[in-house]
């Protein structure tokens, strides 16, 4: 089995800053494509940024140049860091790997339990 952990949430003022975490164990052959998601109130889960295992990284235009999403392979965790931070970026925020168990598996999807961001003065 695969769990993601993700921790780093909390209650910052704005142009504040936060670092999520989200941390993959058990059994992984590869640890491969990580998404950031956010889950904002009244709003559809929307993309916040996404990292592929080689590092190429994409981001929503509402947080380019705010947020960078990074990774340390030999840890399986994959990092958001969140600056310039705004009261609409107020949200659950859930991390989702694709990640491969062994060799001979498929590529599986994965998600976290989701950490809580919140933005206010």
């Known amino acids: 089995q695969v769990q993601l952990v993700e921790s780093g949430g909390g209650l910052v003022q704005p142009g504040g800053s936060l670092r999520l975490s989200c941390a993959a164990s058990?059994?992984?052959?590869?640890?491969?494509?990580v998404g950031w998601y956010r889950q904002r109130p009244g709003k559809q889960q929307e993309l916040v940024a996404r990292?592929?295992?080689?590092?190429?990284?994409n981001y929503a235009d509402s947080v380019k140049g705010r947020f960078v999403i990074s990774r340390d392979n030999a840890k399986n965790t994959v990092y958001l860091q969140m600056n310039g931070l705004k009261p609409e970026d107020t949200a659950v925020y859930y991390c989702?790997?694709?990640?491969?168990?062994?060799?001979?598996?498929?590529?599986?999807?994965?998600w976290g339990q989701g950490t809580q961001v919140t933005v206010s003065s």
């Open positions: 989702n790997a694709q990640v491969r168990r062994t060799i001979l598996d498929n590529v599986r999807d994965y």
């Open positions: 058990g059994s992984i052959w590869s640890f491969e494509t």
């Open positions: 990292i592929t295992s080689g590092g190429r990284t």
